[in-house]
């Protein structure tokens, strides 16, 4: 009795050993292979044109035409009841990443598909379109209990595809219950993307089942992408109504007419949870095609001729760029060295002088934005061309005297360039630039009176630098709203020195042309030809003008008695309603005593007079409160401004009237 007792129990202990063996290996629920190396490639069970590289990397098939490939993990899975470690019965997660090198570009056949399978015996079924799935007896058939996900290749109109570049969810059929065209959701764009899935580049794919939900998700993106927050495929189903107890899960791929190597680099597959990530650092590498090895020996040589022949292009490019940056220097220019910038430096900082980096037109030249590699520092250069050697050598002292002139309100000349016949100024960079497109833009904001304010007496500082504290005085002749500058700040900087003449301080102005812009033009100058600091004057008072009136100097298109500015301001004066000539967009912010002051100082820089308009010293005096503007010179011109000549209005030192700003005009066209 006692044997028989002990031999029902040893019976029974080896029952359950075998069952635990049993489940143990039915409850090895997840798996990863980052590659398929030797050794722990071992559970897998490999028919057809299915095989391991070298390299761990699984093919499941090759160049060979109408033939499939299977790779299936050896232990099944149970998938229907519950254990200590899974909850949810037919819950699963794997991801893959897979690529599809076709024999011939944009011809692929026929694509992969991962499956899970109650059986890991596919001799029936077929390649081509069943993707050694199916037969065409059982393709359909509800007693085949495969799910599958397809990654399909080819358009085949009986299945019903939606195109030659899919992605389907299989029951028992390769009829799809759900499809899409490749793609996949780019988390950092917020926009889908297409995938081609010939593209012999590696793809990453995940599937997922929610036995709770009963929701079944795919999604797909390139290697190392992100995984996509939102799903290619999200299909409602109960794959308990699919799937038997125990399954097999794995790859099933097949080659038609047109052939491709179809390779999965890895995989990883969770029975009870995330499938686990993979390390794309171990993952094999994909192997050349014929094509490839073609095409790299071809490049090869192409690399050996290009070699050789780089040699001598580099020889030319060396040659060429010799040419284009070489520079002109003379033993006289040694003294202005230090302001000396090389021309390939300013080339490089331009772009080249393309015009997209063309910031503006001024005197004698282009203006072009540069960066100096070397510091980051926001240059403008200008480019002037100029024929004559002597005329040459004399601008560059000029230039140089400039690059000497140093005050907070002038646009700051850090050197230059001599290049053949042209030379290239360096200056500062302005951000806001010229001050017209500020003060006359309508899709600017506005410059404040405060600002206005600080650019008047930012000016007539400089100004008075020009002519009274420099070592020797510069008439600039040219000034104007745009050729004032505006910083970062928004200080005014006078610039555009293109047209200015120095000479030493006590000394008498040589005659020159006439050269300057109407309306700012002083009236003496058509007669005598000569620039002098009062004709700057005269120009600094139309520049008033503007700045209190918002206006140019001459508007054609306004009322005749508008259009020009200095006789409509007179006239407004006259009559007691100077204040109504200020711009209407600052809608009266402003102290009316300095726009007073600021209208009256203008009529009065722009005299008839020369000798009556005052010198920038005492601009700058009234400016600053601390000298009183004289009116008597205004009040004694009150009446006959339009109807005077020019010797008239002199001689009752009037201001400029309308009908000889006419005559001026044409003067200095002509």
Request: net charge negative.
């Amino acid at each position: 009795m006692n044997k028989v007792l002990k031999l029902i129990c040893l019976l029974i202990f080896l029952d359950v050993f075998i069952k635990l063996r049993s489940s143990s290996a039915q409850d090895e629920m997840q798996f990863i292979y980052n590659g398929f190396h030797e050794g722990e490639a071992a559970n897998l069970h490999l028919d057809g044109l299915a095989e391991i590289l070298p390299n761990g990397l699984l093919q499941l098939t090759n160049t060979s035409k109408q033939q499939s490939g299977h790779a299936f993990y050896r232990l099944p899975m149970n998938f229907s009841m519950p254990s200590l470690n899974v909850t949810q019965p037919y819950s699963f997660s794997t991801n893959f990443v897979f690529a599809i090198v076709p024999e011939w570009a944009n011809a692929s056949g026929h694509g992969i598909a991962f499956a899970i399978s109650p059986s890991m015996d596919f001799s029936k079924a077929m390649p081509i379109e069943y993707l050694g799935l199916f037969n065409l007896s059982n393709n359909g058939v509800s007693s085949n209990h495969v799910f599958a996900v397809e990654l399909d290749t080819i358009k085949t109109v009986n299945f019903d595809d939606v195109d030659n570049n899919h992605v389907g969810i299989d029951i028992n059929s390769l009829v799809s219950n759900a499809s899409a065209p490749a793609s996949y959701f780019s988390n950092t764009e917020g926009k889908n993307k297409s995938l081609e899935l010939i593209s012999g580049d590696p793809i990453q794919v995940w599937i997922e089942y929610d036995w709770n939900k009963k929701l079944l998700t795919v999604a797909l993106a390139p290697i190392r992408v992100q995984k996509p927050i939102r799903p290619l495929l999200s299909f409602p189903l109960d794959l308990s109504l699919v799937l038997l107890d125990n399954m097999y899960v794995g790859f099933s791929s097949a080659t038609g007419s047109v052939a491709s190597n179809h390779y999965i680099l890895g995989w990883s597959f969770n029975r009870s949870g995330e499938a686990q990530s993979f390390e794309y650092s171990k993952l094999p590498s994909l192997p050349r095609s014929a094509k490839q090895r073609k095409k790299l020996w071809l490049q090869i040589w192409l690399l050996i001729i290009g070699v050789t022949g780089l040699m001598g292009v580099l020889g030319m490019i060396y040659i060429v760029r010799k040419i284009r940056y070489k520079e002109l220097r003379e033993d006289w220019e040694q003294e202005y060295g230090p302001q000396r910038f090389c021309y390939k430096d300013l080339y490089k900082a331009t772009k080249g002088f393309k015009d997209r980096e063309l910031i503006g037109v001024g005197g004698f030249g282009k203006v072009y934005k540069g960066v100096l590699s070397c510091t980051g520092a926001q240059i403008a250069v200008k480019k002037i061309s100029h024929e004559s050697s002597q005329g040459m050598r004399e601008f560059v002292a000029e230039i140089a005297s400039m690059g000497r002139l140093k005050h907070r309100n002038l646009v700051q000349l850090l050197g230059y360039c001599r290049r053949k016949g042209e030379l290239l100024l360096v200056y500062d960079y302005m951000p806001y630039g010229s001050l017209d497109k500020v003060l006359f833009s309508n899709e600017q904001p506005n410059l404040s009176w405060d600002q206005r304010s600080r650019i008047i007496r930012g000016i007539a500082s400089g100004l008075l630098y020009l002519h009274e504290q420099s070592e020797q005085v510069v008439l600039h002749r040219d000034i104007k709203a745009s050729n004032i500058l505006l910083d970062a700040d928004l200080n005014g900087r006078l610039g555009d020195f293109g047209m200015a003449r120095f000479y030493d301080h006590g000394a008498i102005p040589e005659t020159t042309n006439v050269v300057g812009t109407v309306g700012y033009l002083a009236p003496e100058l058509a007669r005598t030809g000569k620039a002098t600091t009062s004709s700057d004057v005269f120009a600094f008072g139309a520049f008033l003008l503007e700045m209190a009136c918002g206006r140019r100097p001459i508007e054609p298109e306004r009322l005749p008695k508008e259009v020009i500015l200095l006789d409509w301001v007179f006239e407004n004066w006259k009559l007691g309603e100077i204040l109504q000539t200020s711009d209407p967009r600052l809608e009266g912010s402003f102290l009316q005593e300095e726009m007073e002051l600021v209208l009256k100082l203008g009529l009065l820089c722009s005299h008839t007079n020369p000798a009556a308009r005052p010198c920038m010293k005492q601009v700058v005096q009234y400016l600053d409160g601390n000298a009183i503007l004289p009116e008597v010179l205004l009040e004694d011109a009150d009446i006959g401004i339009v109807a005077m000549s020019s010797e008239q209005s002199e001689k009752l030192n009037m201001p400029f009237p309308s009908s000889f700003i006419s005559v001026q005009v044409i003067l200095s066209d002509s």
